[in-house]
């Protein structure tokens, strides 16, 4: 038999393992709506993806809402990412300043894959019929400070995807904060985003002929029916990060970030950027590094710069450059430019 030592060490062992055990379920790949991952912004790319607690424009509806609060004149925003295998990531955001009462933004997200051949088991190489995929997300933000040095925001967002003639809808919440600390200028932002509904597809591609009983002669044997879809939840994520600036000279300053991320579907993983601010960001230099410490990571360098212009009368202008680094697939390049009026 065996002894209550050997018995409790036993339990032990498997009360210390069992975690260990369950790191290793990533569950990678089982949340819909995946491109609300994809980073928006080149500043915020070419950063690392460093940029809770920096969001000062109006790409911040995306990594933190709480930073639109810092936004003190009506902004626009549009960016494009080109990916691989053709697909492109297009984002227009407006912010629009109330005083008081707080700052309100809306957005869209767009994914578009082109389109793709029909093919089929008896038409392997196409039928003829081209058919198209694509995901979209429609945003509604408000950000206001609660004080002099803490800001809070939330945002909700309508989110659908579409394939061929089947379709998946879904609602999502996003909230941060960003608290300019009283400790060497360090800034701390959290932020949670894409907290909502479970997503499942629906249409015409899932409707089938089924028969009930195909042992049995005589009987219906093309009732219509429906393929069940599974559930998947939407891709939530928590993400803490800190920054400083760090004033070189009057026209000049460096700034620092650091962004750690805890995911639903990977691992936790850090992110760190900075950017280099010359002549009264005239000319703004940006490097950085994403996932660090995420196992198989397909991530990697991110590299950018950007023009401000202030001189004109009627607007503000600022456009934006990202490079992404990715391990197998082509490098990702970002483009955007931001109004101000």
Do not use: C
Request: aromatic share 12%; no cysteine; proline share 3%.
């Amino acid at each position: 038999m065996i002894s209550k030592k050997i018995l409790s060490g036993l339990l032990l062992a498997t009360a210390i393992a069992l975690p260990a055990f369950g790191q290793q379920v990533t569950k990678t790949g089982t949340t819909a709506a995946k491109f609300l991952s994809i980073g928006v912004g080149p500043r915020a790319n070419a950063m690392g993806a460093a940029y809770t607690s920096i969001s000062n424009d109006p790409s911040a509806m995306y990594w933190n809402p709480a930073g639109i609060s810092n936004i003190s004149d009506f902004q626009g925003i549009f960016t494009y990412t080109k990916m691989f295998a053709d697909i492109n990531l297009n984002y227009l955001g407006i912010v629009i300043p109330a005083g008081s009462v707080g700052t309100f933004g809306v957005s869209v997200t767009a994914l578009n894959v082109g389109d793709m051949e029909v093919t089929t088991e008896y038409y392997p190489e196409g039928t003829g019929e081209k058919f198209s995929a694509g995901s979209y997300a429609f945003g509604l933000s408000y950000a206001r400070y609660i004080t002099s040095d803490f800001t809070v925001g939330f945002s909700v967002k309508y989110i659908r995807e579409d394939i061929y003639n089947s379709s998946a809808e879904g609602v999502g919440f996003d909230i941060g904060t960003i608290f300019n600390t009283p400790f060497y200028g360090i800034k701390f932002a959290s932020s949670i985003t894409n907290y909502g509904s479970k997503m499942q597809i629906t249409g015409q591609d899932l409707l089938i002929r089924h028969d009930p009983d195909p042992t049995r002669a005589g009987n219906n044997q093309t009732i219509d029916a429906n393929y069940s879809t599974e559930q998947f939840e939407l891709p939530l994520k928590l993400q803490i990060g800190i920054s400083r600036d760090f004033i070189i000279t009057d026209e000049n300053k460096l700034t620092i970030a650091v962004d750690a991320i805890h995911p639903n579907d990977n691992n936790q993983w850090v992110n760190v950027g900075g950017e280099l601010s010359l002549f009264n960001d005239l000319i703004s230099l940006r490097g950085g590094y994403k996932t660090l410490f995420l196992k198989d990571t397909q991530e990697g360098l991110t590299l950018g710069a950007g023009i401000k212009y202030d001189g004109l009368k009627v607007f503000k202008i600022r456009v934006d450059y990202a490079y992404q680094q990715l391990k197998y697939l082509d490098n990702m390049h970002s483009f955007g430019i931001i109004l101000g009026f």
